[in-house]
């Protein structure tokens, strides 16, 4: 089953104005981090704003917030006054647990879970 | 600075061959991770290492093999058993186990090509 699920293959924008990417989870951990990338054409993978399962507010950075709803199990992207900059790909991804330990002895905390990402265009 | 590092990164290879990629991180961070991506996908997880010595196998490890001889440094070695190895690899990293959260910091990537 997809534990990452990223609805939008394409989103538009006109420059300015805001524009909301879709993220939708599945886990039954209840202790888990949500991470938004961006990805210009580049390749780089930027990272954008996390969220944490126990954190009572939304977060925030800059002109970057996450609008988590918990109950939906969905941590939507909020980009407020779009860039041309900001065309790129963007992806959802999803750490579970805090602090299983592998059989090495090491915890696995780190791992991520990544959606299949939104392609933003910026238009002028 | 600090950073990660990924070479080459341009990769073209014959079929049948064994090729290297090479990661390497100044950032003192303990976990490192190799990802794939397959044009207009998400990132899979290949291999991760948390310490020195130790390494566990992600998502989709067949036909590749990793090392983690030293903190800084987790080469991907893509066999000729991995059946379609043409994709973009990123290697990442992250600080000291046991934070709650932090980030996972990628590399440029590494495009192969299988000829």
């Known amino acids: 089953a997809q534990k990452i699920t990223q609805t939008q293959p394409g989103m538009f924008v006109q420059e300015k104005e805001a524009v909301t990417l879709d993220c939708t989870y599945d886990?039954?951990?209840?202790?888990?981090?949500l991470f938004w990338y961006k990805q210009p054409s580049s390749g780089e993978m930027i990272f954008l704003i996390y969220?944490?399962?126990?954190?009572?507010q939304n977060a925030t950075e800059g002109r970057y917030s996450l609008n988590f709803q918990k109950a939906r199990k969905s941590a939507n992207l909020v980009i407020s006054a779009s860039q041309l900059g900001d065309s790129a790909m963007y992806f959802c991804?999803?750490?579970?647990?805090?602090?299983?330990?592998?059989?090495?002895?090491?915890?696995?905390?780190?791992?991520?879970?990544f959606g299949q990402g939104t392609i933003l265009t910026v238009h002028p | 600075d600090g950073g990660i590092t990924q070479s080459p990164k341009y990769l073209f290879r014959k079929e049948g061959q064994n090729v290297t990629l090479s990661c390497e991180q100044n950032?003192?961070?303990?976990?490192m991770y190799w990802y794939r991506q397959d044009p207009g996908q998400g990132l899979r997880l290949i291999y991760y290492?948390?310490?020195?010595?130790?390494?566990q196998k992600g998502d989709i490890a067949e036909g590749y093999s990793v090392s983690r001889e030293k903190k800084e440094s987790f080469p991907l070695t893509v066999t000729s058993a991995q059946k379609n190895p043409t994709a973009f690899y990123l290697c990442?990293?992250?600080?000291?186990?046991?934070?709650?959260?932090?980030?996972?910091?990628f590399g440029p990537g590494t495009r192969l090509t299988v000829l």
């Open positions: 950032l003192n961070h303990d976990a």
């Open positions: 991804a999803m750490r579970e647990g805090a602090g299983r330990v592998s059989n090495a002895g090491g915890t696995s905390y780190g791992k991520l879970t």
């Open positions: 886990t039954s951990d209840p202790s888990y981090g």
């Open positions: 969220q944490g399962s126990y954190d009572q």
């Open positions: 290492s948390q310490i020195v010595n130790d390494f």
């Open positions: 990442a990293s992250r600080g000291k186990a046991g934070y709650s959260y932090n980030e996972q910091f």
